[in-house]
Nanobody, 123 residues
């Protein structure tokens, strides 16, 4: 069983930065396919970024502003978010899978989910 716990969300102004953390337990992050998703009010959950082995993937809306990374020693996944925009507002979820992930942008590819952390970007 893998447990994920996100932290680091908050209320910030546009143009600033936040770093989200996702602490994992039950399995080492280096052996997991992991991703970040977000859900804005009234909208469906959407893909943000994924880290599969040593490969990183980003949605076009965050490419160049967000960076996904992990710290194996801390068993933690990160999402560094720079140049935040109001449209980045939402609940951010960490997701993981112990199996091969082909469709990294699909939430259905991930078995484990955190409880989410709220990110609000004011204009």
């Amino acid at each position: 069983q893998v447990r994920l716990a996100e932290s680091g969300g908050g209320l910030v102004q546009a143009g600033t930065s936040l770093r989200l953390s996702c602490a994992a337990s039950g399995r080492t992050v280096s052996r997991l396919a992991m991703g970040w998703f977000r859900q804005a009010p009234g909208q469906e959950r959407e893909f943000v970024s994924a880290l599969l082995g040593g490969l990183t993937y980003y949605d076009w809306s965050v490419r160049g502003r967000f960076t996904i990374s992990r710290d194996d020693a801390k068993n933690t996944l990160y999402l560094q978010m720079n140049s935040l925009k109001p449209e980045d507002t939402g609940v951010y979820y960490c997701a993981a899978s112990g199996d091969y992930v082909a469709e990294y942008a699909s939430g259905e590819a991930y078995r484990y989910w955190g409880q989410g952390t709220q990110v609000t970007v004011s204009s």
